[in-house]
């Protein structure tokens, strides 16, 4: 049953309902909690620290960009704007980020230092003004801006818009020849709104238990 009011963050109790309501209506994710068992709710805190570990897991596997988010954040003690900024675009490289992720990084730390993205605002923000306001910071595109705003703001009806992971989960979900377009998962989720960030993190937990990986 819909929220009477919208749900403006996803919080243990919100993903127990929300993974209760998918289960009831489509059997394919049914099974996957079956198997699996209830995602984790996966949070992150908000700010930039988070933002900057969005932008390094962009493109490499998960325990990839974790070990050089790991590394970043022992060589500064604390990922802030003026840290980041202080280290540099070279030192960056030496700690293991490529040229475009180190750029990406300190014109995220200049834009939030400046006042320029207010992740305050961005905070409070309707899902769409969000995602624009992050988009306009170069370094992040839809799939970063959506997995902080699924992740560390938890909206529960966002859809990481090209998710490697979630479209092969939702290739074997459905049984699919191939595995989806972008716009064809968009139209696909549809049917799980208001809870898609629910269902992403189902997807994402069927896929790393094993259960979602490769062709039926």
């Given at each position: 049953m819909p929220e009477k009011e919208p749900l403006r963050r996803l919080d243990t109790g919100s993903l127990r309902r929300g993974v209760a309501h998918l289960v009831r209506a489509?059997?394919?994710?049914?099974?996957?909690?079956?198997?699996n068992g209830s995602p984790p709710l996966w949070a992150r805190r908000p700010g930039i620290a988070t933002l900057v570990r969005i932008i390094l897991e962009q493109q490499v596997s998960l325990a990839s960009g974790q070990a050089i988010f790991h590394r970043l954040e022992n060589h500064l003690g604390e990922v802030t704007p003026e840290a980041i900024i202080i280290c540099g675009a070279s030192d960056l490289r030496r700690l293991g980020l490529t040229?475009?992720?180190?750029?990406?990084?300190?014109?995220?730390?200049?834009?939030v230092r400046a006042g320029e993205l207010n992740l305050r605002r961005v905070a409070r923000a309707p899902v769409m003004t969000a995602r624009q306001e992050l988009q306009r910071v170069k370094g992040i595109g839809p799939w970063t801006a959506d997995v902080y705003l699924l992740m560390a703001l938890r909206r529960p009806d966002v859809w990481p818009t090209g998710d490697v992971a979630l479209?092969?989960?939702?290739?074997h979900l459905r049984g699919l020849p191939r595995r989806p377009t972008v716009e064809e998962a968009a139209e696909e989720t549809l049917r799980w709104?208001?809870?898609r960030a629910v269902a992403a993190r189902i997807l994402w937990h069927g896929?790393?238990?094993g259960d979602l990986r490769g062709k039926r």
């Open positions: 489509d059997p394919d994710l049914g099974g996957v909690v079956r198997r040229r475009q992720k180190a750029a990406y990084c300190v014109a995220v730390a200049e834009q479209l092969n989960s939702l290739q709104a208001p809870w896929y790393l238990s």
